[in-house]
């Protein structure tokens, strides 16, 4: 029998609105960076151009959600659950801009990387990608189910990221030592692979935060502190 | 015993000495670690189990359980009709004059139980003062004899101006009235004269006192004026305080009991009722979800 | 739609209809003022207000004794009507609504109701009787009868006036409830009960049906209550029923007299009130 509506209509609507204009951003996150990888092994240059002028959007959404934070805050006084919802806005639309210029700049790699050679394929690099994007996904869905197992999936899937990335990480370093011609071309891909292991650091912010969303307990930074009992 | 007795064994002689009030600061404190209870290892200044009340047939409060620390602020909120200003008459008995009212229950002050009926309720209210909604200074005293009414109406002869003086200045009032104080006392303005009742009730030197949503009736200035007030007595007396107004509760209390429906849905520290309480109906009111 | 000029037409009629309506009601008062004042202002010195009154045909006789008597009337009548009907006031309103209000206050319409000469011979018969002699007493006794309804409910209303946050506020600084009644609550009603009694005391003094068979009259000066005492009504009706040209005219001043006896104190009631209310603002 409890309500789910504000006695108030209007903020409920403008919590929708909110609710909205997050999936729309991460949306478009998950766009960049599958569009950024695509780039990057299709050798495809206009996608990559494609993929850094849409970045355009999610700074702009980024301004938006964080202005109707603000707005929220101010005119709306919220509490509790609501308040936990918009700090939790404010902090994750950070980590989803900076995953969108991480998707810039692995566009920018991959645009590099065209113009020379195409290097040996690099499965790993996909399954890092595919990797990165799930979380993310995960993530996504996690905030928007409000599902606590979900994130902290997330949050447990770090360890396999960072495997696998340490993996490829070598992997080039080797392939690097053994040919000094492909330098250049192997330095870029091994951007590109720090970019997508960055990636999958935002996506465990994301889940953290989901955590504090729904639980109320702060459970970042896990070796700096005594993590309070959920 | 006589109220001079009563009075004599209660006046600590700290508060005589705090004259003159040093200047206050007017930045908020530091740290505040004391709005969680730094009060914890102390006894409960009141401990309330099992309280149920009705008036005539209508059961108001049912099986209400909550402790309230020494010097610490409670907060008592919920919709209209949810029974939280029938709690608070409770705790000084006012309850009673309400014909067909009862309350059963224990309810101690320092381990005594008010309930029972070796408890004079008339000694019972000299411990646990009171304010109301509406400012109710007595219209036929200056500003002098309200605040010594309490003393004066007990019987207690005297010019009380000590107590006077201090009472006034522990409400934050002696500086506006201190040139004016045999005037009368319907001449001070909403905001003073809400302060005057809360001289009045402090100059019977009572170890609790109980607020009726004291600010619902004043404008923005003087409720933050009344505010400021509670977090400066709150060093010396324990308060209990009635409000509508959330975020007053938010402000300025350091637990928070939410009521509804006559029954004590949770009690917790303030900053936990207004950003992750445990109930989702306590959550549900607090985000404006209903009441 | 009516218009303009028919609605102003009507309102021109009922005001001047209005102001018609006061005039006839001044118009009594004032011919009642002027005759009294006119034949009674000669007969007016220092020595009526201070001499015994004197046989018929001699000149400087006064009526004294029966301004004394009045007076004296007035304070026995509220030494018994005060606490009585104060205190009547005062449980009325307070725990009035039972079986035990409804009672009283049955009774004191019934006795408000009751023409002041039945009054008198009410007194007659518990007083005067049983004492064998006719006193300033009875005469108390029966103007207390005449107070007590007046004053019971006027007390009644103004303590209702009194905002019940005044009792909480008395009450929840751990002041008894008869206390509280007291010196708070009847404090608050008071410049209201004032007013109340010096109308009731305005009245009483006014009396004469009740005094003619309990006081009785005197001729000398008493101070007795056990003793009849003159009294200005009295003394009135005896100078108008003679047939003496010269006590009639002492008559008119003494009426005179009793008139600014009673405009005093209503006055002194209309300037108490104000103040309360001006202090109050």
Known sequence: MAPEAHTDKIFDVELTTLRDKLLEMGGKVEAAIAGSVRALIERDSALAEKVKAQDRDINRLEVEIDDMCRRLLALRQPAASDLRFITTALKIVVDLERMGDLAVNISDRAVQLNQSPPVKPFHDLVTLADLSEAQLKKALDSFVEKDVEKAEEVIQGDDLLDTLYQKLFNDLLTYMMEDSRVIRRATNVMFAAKQLERFGDHAINLAEMVVYMVRGTDVRHPQSRDIPKP | MTLAQDVATRVAPQHRDERPAPPKPTVAPPNPPSRSGAADEEQPKLRISGLNAWYGQNHALRDVSLVVPPRSVMAAIGPSGCGKSTFLRCLNRMHELVPGARAEGTLLLDGEDLLSRQVDPVVLRRRVGMVFQRPNPFPTMSVRENVAAGLRLNGLRGSHDEIVEHALRKAALWDEVKDRLDASAIGLSGGQQQRLCIARALAVQPEVLLMDEPASALDPIATAKVEDLIHELKENYTIVIVTHNMQQAARVSDQTAFFYMGELVEVGPTEKIFTNPDKAQTNDYVTGKFG | ?281
């Open chain 3, 1 to 281: 739609m009516r218009s303009l000029g028919w609605r102003r037409f009507v309102n021109r009629f009922w005001t001047v209809a209005s102001a018609a309506g006061v005039v006839a009601a001044l118009v009594p008062l004032a011919s009642l003022l002027w005759l009294v004042v006119s034949h009674g202002a000669a007969g007016l010195s220092l020595g009526f207000f201070t001499n015994l009154p004197a046989p018929v045909g001699e000149t400087g006789g006064g009526v004294g004794n029966g301004i004394l008597g009045t007076l004296l009337l007035v304070a026995l009548a509220s030494v018994i009507a005060l606490p009585v009907g104060i205190g009547a006031g005062v449980f009325l309103a307070e725990k009035g609504n039972g079986r035990a209000g409804d009672v009283i206050r049955f009774v004191t319409e019934v006795l408000s109701g009751v023409p002041s000469i039945v009054i008198g011979i009410v007194a007659y018969g518990l007083v005067v009787a049983p004492m064998k002699r006719f006193s300033a007493l009875a005469g108390g006794f029966a103007l207390a009868l005449l107070m007590v309804p007046t004053l019971a409910r006027s007390t009644e209303e103004f303590v209702r006036l009194v905002p019940g946050a005044l009792r909480e506020a008395s009450l929840a600084l751990g002041v008894p409830k008869w206390k509280t009644s007291l010196l708070v609550i009847l404090r608050t009603a008071a410049g209201g009960i004032i007013t109340a009694v010096l109308l009731a005391v305005a009245r009483a003094a006014g009396e004469t049906a009740p005094l003619l068979f309990t006081a009785l009259n005197n001729q000398y000066w008493n101070f007795r209550a056990d003793q009849p005492t003159a009294s200005l009504t009295v003394q009135i009706f005896n100078y108008a029923i003679s047939p003496y040209e010269d006590w009639h005219n002492k008559a008119w001043t003494a009426a005179l007299v009793l008139l600014l006896l009673v405009g005093l104190l209503n006055l002194l009631a209309r300037l108490l009130s104000r103040n309360r209310m001006e202090g109050a603002r």
